[in-house]
């Protein structure tokens, strides 16, 4: 995708994060730092780091001036960054070293502007979607085919991980008497479905479209119609946590048909499920999100969209201390911070069987 089939000039682009009444301005691309900020974590800790290489050489080698403007510093002519340099096999021109190369492609107008383009389609399509409308709709926020949807979804949740969250380790207000709380005050709250992908994902071309190009293939299918709310794109958590996996504090990643709990942090694996029965959760779509997650956080893209956010829900709640939504935060962290430091045996992993002893104790819903 190069600079010349998007002519959106990105100096003056702006979204409005709107949830409900309050719609809040964000703007991308105010200084350089910011740009390469983004171009390299896309780049050094994306799903598919060949692929988005690829994608970026392209833009930065489609006209004549560009070329000129590359092979200024670069031998042969390539582009700014190691991963691309990894992949077509090219050097700093003697005398600069990377440094050098950084300050001279910052001193491009030309080439700034390419990466501000390309980095702008990541961020306004991608990562401020993921991250804006990442937590899914409670049963009470949509109307009655919403709700049915959402009961239905979180039944099958229930029935692949019985009543308590593999995340938090929070135990369902309605689980059988037979159920006990992993622990004292970890019990009777409502737990929730809550999407790995956006349910907003099912309306949203540009999304769909930014996910397939950040993956490398095809994601109409599964984030489409009746399949953005199938098991496979959803985990059961309880709202404090519900919150925290939407504004990116933690992921699951699958290896080797294996989910871990990964907070960005100390790494633990997650508990088994209660039934096999109901389709896990597919491990393209939680290394996706994780992909992201690790974007977000190593561009300092996530401060960005969590800060208007912030003041959104200040807003809309009525609370106007600077430190509310601080306190909000800390308040669903506990549960994860206490899973990271004395979580579950480690030699346990979500959805496999070595928690069939717990499965006996699980009523299934119907």
Known sequence: MSSATHPTDFEQKGVRLSRGLISIPLRYGNNPSEVISL???????NYNPALLSNDLWTSLTDEAEKILALSDFLSPVGAPFRR?????????????????????FR??????????NWTSL????????????????????????????????????????????????????????EVSPVRRGYGGVTLQAAHIVPFSANGHSLLR????????????GLLTGESINDPSNALLLDALTH?????????????????????????????????????????????????????????GAAENIAKP?????ELKDGHMEGDYWHRRELRALPGLDELAIDGQDDTEDLYTEERNRASSRHTIVT
């Open 39 to 45: 171009a390299l974590a896309l780049l050094e800790v």
């Open 84 to 104: 691309i340099f990894a992949v077509k096999g090219l050097t700093p021109r003697a005398p600069r070293n990377w440094d050098g190369v950084a300050r001279q």
């Open 107 to 116: 001193e491009s107008k030309l080439l700034m502007k390419v990466l501000e």
């Open 122 to 177: 990541f961020f306004y399509d991608m990562l401020v979607p993921m991250m804006a409308k990442g937590r899914t709709p409670t049963p009470s926020e949509g109307g009655s085919t919403a709700r049915r949807k959402q009961m239905s979804l979180k039944k099958l949740l229930i029935q692949r991980d019985g009543w308590i969250s593999p995340v938090g380790k929070m135990m369902d207000e309605c689980a059988p008497p």
């Open 209 to 220: 479209k930014m996910l397939a190009k950040f993956v490398g293939q095809d994601m109409e």
């Open 243 to 299: 919150t925290a996996f939407g504004l990116f504090k933690f992921s699951v990643e699958c290896q080797d048909d294996r989910y871990f709990f990964r907070k960005f942090a100390p790494n633990r694996k997650l508990p088994s499920e209660a039934s096999r029965s109901v389709a896990r959760p597919l491990p393209l779509l939680c290394n996706l999100r994780h992909a992201i997650g690790r974007v977000l956080w190593a561009s």
């Open 309 to 313: 956010l912030a003041d959104e829900d």
